[in-house]
């Protein structure tokens, strides 16, 4: 079972905090759902997911709500 992170109506930096937050509590392999409406998640989660070594497992976009699926990383 995923985890869910909604960060509807905050704009950067807060999802990228909130999802650094929320990946260091999970368990490696633990799937994270990110949905978010600030289009610059596109470009950040992905290298903030680099810098921790998370993998992104899918990123869509309808309406301009962006869902982005992570998967934790190891230690």
């Not at 929320?22 to 998640?41: A, H, Q, R, Y």
């Not at 950040?44 to 934790?72: C, H, Q, Y």
């Amino acid at each position: 079972m995923a985890r869910e992170l909604n960060l509807l109506g905050y704009v950067c930096p807060l999802p990228v905090f909130e999802t650094r937050k929320e990946l260091l509590k999970m368990n490696v392999g633990e799937k994270l759902i990110l949905i978010c409406d600030d289009s610059d998640v596109q470009y950040d989660i992905p290298k903030l997911a680099n810098r921790m070594s998370a993998e992104i497992v899918e990123i869509f976009e309808k309406d301009g709500v962006w869902e982005i699926t992570l998967l934790a990383p190891g230690e």
